[in-house]
């Protein structure tokens, strides 16, 4: 979901207040993270879930590891994380192993994994996504709303 053309979320507590839901986020670059983690916990309340477990890892590589540990209990799990380009090859391969980690967690264990990962070429992007009061943009709250939406779907399954 993204920008325009981002599907309508419907985010209904009748079918998602009983759902267990895990935050994975990193810890790089404070005030994007901050922004990606409120609107995570915003679609969170709005879907009636009042008890949201946060787990922080030192960054975006991470994520994947913690992600497949919680999966283990939880019906859906956002991971967030940002990756700003620069001058080396670093980036692409941080990108790689998360978007790769990622998917093979939610794949491998049935479970939504909400990719709430921004991968950009500079800050501004970033922060333009971070869900802050100036932001365009509101990925953690897609992400959330994307896992929250699947883990219903494949109850119904």
Not at 14 to 26: F, P, Q
Not at 45 to 52: F, H, K, R
Not at 124 to 144: C, M
Request: with cysteine; glycine share 8%.
């Amino acid at each position: 979901m993204s920008g325009a053309g981002a599907a309508t979320t419907n985010l209904d507590p009748s079918t998602m207040k009983n759902l267990k839901l895990a935050i994975v986020a990193a810890s790089w670059h404070t005030r994007v993270m901050d922004g990606l983690v409120a609107g995570a916990q915003r679609a969170a309340e709005q879907a009636g879930i009042e008890d949201v477990a946060l787990v922080r890892v030192p960054g975006t590589f991470e994520l994947p590891v913690a992600a497949a540990r919680l999966v283990e209990s939880y019906d859906a799990v956002v991971a967030l994380g940002v990756v700003i380009r620069g001058g080396t090859p670093h980036f692409d391969y941080v990108c790689e192993a998360a978007t790769s980690g990622l998917t093979r967690v939610a794949v491998d264990s049935k479970t939504p994994v909400g990719f709430g990962v921004l991968t950009c070429d500079n800050e501004q992007q970033a922060l333009d996504r971070a869900g802050l009061a100036d932001s365009s943009e509101d990925k953690g709250f897609e992400a959330t709303a994307a896992a929250l939406e699947t883990a219903v779907v494949l109850k119904q399954l």
